[in-house]
């Protein structure tokens, strides 16, 4: 009996997982600048969530940048992402 009770629960949590979804936070953009010489400086405005989107790299060699920035702030000021770490 514990068998047949075993195999519904996991057929249970199979059927249940797929239904089971996650936000993934996609962005929709609608423009903005980008500017590259002493590193890499991106602003984007963002349609879906609303908001500004800000990405800066500083230059450490040719070719290549390390450190910097990313942030997101919604216009509405609910939504804001500013990473502690970048790498």
């Not at 089971?20 to 602003?43: E, L, M, P, R």
């Amino acid at each position: 009996m514990t068998k047949i009770i075993r195999t519904l629960v996991l057929a249970l949590f199979a059927a249940l997982t797929s239904v089971a979804h996650a936000d993934q936070g996609s962005f929709t953009n609608s423009g903005g600048s980008t500017a590259a010489g002493s590193g890499v400086s991106i602003t984007s405005n963002v349609d879906t969530p609303a908001g500004t989107l800000t990405l800066n790299c500083p230059a450490v060699g040719t070719g290549s940048c390390a450190g910097g920035s990313f942030t997101y702030l919604s216009n509405d000021g609910t939504s804001t992402i500013v990473p502690t770490s970048l790498s």
